[in-house]
Nanobody, 120 residues
């Protein structure tokens, strides 16, 4: 089972990036899928989740980020608009057995991180 994240990079403040995460090894269509982020020296924090048709967002990204999933492809994307320097972090995708595991920060599967750097 593997979650492969891609799409990170360097962008100026106000710009956009789209992260994508592809699952392999099994289907995740019945799992809650999410994105977390972590700044060096700080705890990993929840960014957004999608479980069936429901989505949740951290207050810090509401209105700027959009999470979406494609069950046919077993992918989950994170469209990030209006990026700010404080969005700079390593972003991780994750899959959990239901939403509570995501919101507790204890999903069953983690992908490798992808670096997002927003310059001011």
């Amino acid at each position: 089972v593997q979650l492969q994240a891609s799409g990170g990079g360097l962008v100026q403040a106000g710009g956009s990036l789209r992260l994508s995460c592809a699952a392999s090894g099994r289907t995740f269509r019945n799992y809650a899928l999410a994105w977390f982020r972590q700044v060096l020296g700080k705890e990993r924090e929840f960014v957004a989740s999608v479980y069936y048709s429901g989505t949740n967002y951290a207050d810090s990204v509401k209105g700027r980020f959009t999470i979406s999933r494609d069950n046919a492809k077993d992918t989950v994307d994170l469209q990030m608009n209006g990026l700010k320097p404080e969005d700079t972090a390593v972003y991780y995708c994750a899959a959990g057995f239901g939403l509570p595991s995501i919101l507790r920060g204890t999903p069953a599967y983690w992908g490798q991180g992808t670096q997002v750097t927003v310059s001011s």
